[in-house]
């Protein structure tokens, strides 16, 4: 059975930081491209940033310089530390995991996590 177990976020004011964390289990996590999307009320989900077995990474544009995402294989977890947060980072942060195995793409979602940025 197939687990990404988020932990983290929560409430920061602007300016502040937060991290995140997704621990996986049931997958052979160095094949899985891993990465945290988001949802902010009334929009669609976005990507926020990606990371590659190889540890190659992409990142949104507005959270270049401030997020970092990072995934340890050993340990099976993905982390965003999220820096200088901005109001309009508010949303449900999911994580993902993905394996594109042409003609197959796999795909697992975190049960997400709520970060909220406000004074």
């Known amino acids: 059975q197939v687990q990404l177990v988020q932990s983290g976020g929560g409430l920061v004011q602007p300016g502040g930081s937060l991290r995140l964390s997704c621990a996986a289990s049931?997958?052979?996590?160095?094949?899985?491209?891993m990465g945290w999307y988001r949802q902010a009320p009334g929009k669609q989900r976005e990507l926020v940033a990606t990371v590659t077995g190889e540890g190659r990474t992409n990142y949104v544009d507005s959270v270049k310089g401030r997020f970092t995402i990072s995934r340890d294989n050993a340990k099976k977890k993905v982390d965003l530390q999220m820096n200088s947060l901005k109001i309009e980072n508010t949303a449900v942060y999911y994580c993902n995991a993905v394996l594109e195995a042409l003609p197959t793409i796999t795909s697992y979602w975190g049960q997400g996590t709520q970060v909220t940025v406000s004074s």
């Open positions: 049931g997958i052979i996590f160095g094949m899985y491209r």
